[in-house]
């Protein structure tokens, strides 16, 4: 079992920046890719940004593209989502996920989810 346990959210103005945090506990962090997804209320969720075990490779929504940036600490098993230039269309809850197989196809283990707020 991996717990993950997202922080970082909040309310902030359109044109300012947000780190969310995702921290990892139970089994071995590296072993999982991890990604950051999002759901804005009456939308489905969706795929925001991806980083492989290592950090050596991320992927990224094209309409996060440029704007935000994953990144990942396997020291202290936490992956964070560096998020600048917001939108209030970037407005939803937030979930971090782990992959225990790196084919990006299913992801074992989910966060609760932290509310991020853009106001225009």
């Known amino acids: 079992q991996v717990q993950l346990v997202e922080s970082g959210g909040g309310l902030v103005q359109a044109g300012g920046s947000l780190r969310l945090s995702c921290a990892a506990s139970g089994r071995t962090f590296s072993n999982y890719a991890m990604g950051w997804f999002r759901q804005a209320p009456g939308k489905e969720r969706e795929f925001v940004a991806r980083?492989?075990?290592?950090?050596?490779?991320?992927y990224y929504a094209d309409s996060v593209k440029g704007r935000f940036t994953i990144s990942r600490d396997n020291a202290k098993n936490t992956v964070y989502l560096q998020m600048n230039s917001l939108r209030p269309e970037d407005t939803a809850v937030y979930y971090c996920?782990?992959?225990?197989?790196?084919?990006?196809?299913?992801?074992?283990?989910w966060g609760q989810g932290t509310q991020v707020t853009v106001s225009s």
């Open positions: 980083i492989r075990r290592s950090g050596s490779m991320t």
């Open positions: 996920a782990a992959d225990s197989s790196g084919t990006a196809l299913t992801y074992d283990y």
